[in-house]
């Protein structure tokens, strides 16, 4: 079992430019999450995907696409890039089920540069 | 309006004391509390939690104690070892969007042999 598995770990880009940024769990879980971390900011939730086929905004969504491609995949777009949007890119996935919450595990992140 | 605080950046501990790692909440909504460590270059792993039906939850070495009156929560590790040094959050749920976790900014912890 691999976990969840971030591609790629390191990127630098040029302001505008485009990238997609792609997670993959093997734990058949059914929720899915992008996150951003900063320093002295914690993680924030970028988008989530409740289920195959949903997906939905979290606390900081502007700038970004989100495509769940299937169960297993859930893939995070920057349309053009900002600087503001350097950050290490946290993908995440839990089993969730209704009211009773279940911990989210969590990719070993993707650091983005944007020069 | 940061929702989820850690208001200790970092915090140094002598190996074998106890570690006490703080957290405050503003929303009253929140119903589920997590905490989280992460090594660099690594991403966080869950630790422990708490619902707020309870004020403590135990697992081995780590213990959760919440206190919903004064909206906080803390993190004991005793004793405490140089594995423990890392960066730990505090995270928060609530019922009606319990997908989604609100993070404190992260405490960073050494332990001091």
């Known amino acids: 079992n691999a976990g969840v598995t971030q591609t790629p770990k390191f990127q630098v880009l040029k302001t505008g430019q485009s990238m997609t940024l792609q997670c993959a769990q093997d734990m058949n879980h059914n929720s899915m999450y992008w996150y951003r971390q900063d320093p002295g900011m914690g993680l924030r939730l970028i988008y989530y995907?409740?289920?195959?086929?949903?997906?939905d905004k979290g606390e900081v969504p502007n700038g970004y696409n989100v495509s769940r491609l299937n169960k297993r995949e859930f893939s995070l777009r920057l349309e053009s890039a900002a600087p503001s949007q350097t950050s290490v890119y946290f993908c995440?996935?839990?089993?969730?089920?209704?009211?009773?919450?279940?911990?989210?595990?969590f990719g070993p992140g993707t650091r983005l540069t944007v020069l | 309006d940061q929702q989820v605080k850690q208001n200790s950046p970092s915090l140094s501990v002598q190996e074998g004391r106890i570690s006490i790692l703080n957290c405050d909440y503003t929303n009253s909504m929140f119903d589920y509390f997590l905490w989280y460590k992460k090594y660099p270059a690594e991403g966080p792993t869950f630790l422990i939690s708490i619902s707020s039906i309870k004020d403590k939850n135990e697992d081995g070495r780590f213990t959760v104690f919440l206190n919903k009156s004064a909206k906080h929560l803390s993190l004991h590790i005793v004793p405490s070892q140089p594995g423990d040094s890392a960066v730990y959050f505090c995270?928060?749920?609530?019922?009606?969007?319990?997908?989604?976790?609100?993070f404190g900014q992260g405490t960073r912890l050494t332990i001091n042999p």
């Open positions: 995440a996935s839990s089993e969730f089920k209704g009211a009773a919450y279940n911990e989210q595990f």
């Open positions: 995270a928060a749920s609530d019922i009606q969007g319990a997908q989604k976790l609100v």
């Open positions: 995907s409740a289920s195959e086929g949903t997906t």
